[in-house]
C-alpha cells in the first residue's frame, strides 16, 4: 500500500470536495445563523443568571438597557425616542441593587429633556409603577423607586422577553 495515495496531492479529482450548490450555501448559512442565535440567548441567559441559579433581572434589564444606548451613538438618536421605557428599565434596575434614585439622575437616564422625562415620571407615578420617596431627613429632596406593582411587571416582561429569544 502506498503512504502517499491518501495524501492531497495524490488523491483523484473525483475524490475532492465539490462546490456548494447556491441552495447549499444558503441552507449553511441558515444552520449558521441559528447556531449564532442559539449561542446568544445562551449568553443572555448567563450574562442575567445568579450564582445560585436564579435569574438576575437586573442584569437583565441593564444589558436591555445600555443596548438602547449604543443605539444610539450608531443612529441618530432623534429617531429613537422612548422615555417612559427608559425611565423603566433604569429605576427597575437601581431599585433591585438598592440604590437612591435622585430625581435629577432619572431626568437623565430618559435621554430627552428634563421637561419630557418630568412628564413621563408623572405618568409613570399615577400608573403606580413609581413612587416617590421623601427624604426623612431633607424635605427638599426626594428619590424616585419602582413600587411593588412596578417591580412585578418589569420582571414578568424580563421573564418572557427571556424566555422567547
Known sequence: MNRFQDHPVFVSEDALPQPLSSAEL??????????KQRQSIANIGELSGRADGKVNYANLA????????????????????D?????LLDLFIRSERNEQVSISSACHASSVPEATALRY????TEK???????????RRSTTLRMTPLGT??????????????
Open 121 to 124: 415620571l408623572k405618568v409613570l
Open 62 to 81: 441593564e444589558r436591555i438597557y445600555r443596548a438602547r444606548r449604543d443605539r444610539e451613538r450608531v443612529f441618530d438618536d432623534s429617531i429613537f425616542a
Open 152 to 165: 412585578n411587571l418589569m420582571t414578568e416582561w424580563l421573564e418572557h422577553f427571556r424566555a422567547n429569544r
Open 26 to 35: 444558503r441552507d449553511l448559512r441558515k444552520l449558521l445563523d441559528r447556531e
Open 128 to 138: 403606580k409603577y413609581v413612587e416617590r420617596i421623601s427624604h426623612p431627613n431633607d
Open 83 to 87: 422615555p417612559a421605557w427608559d425611565l
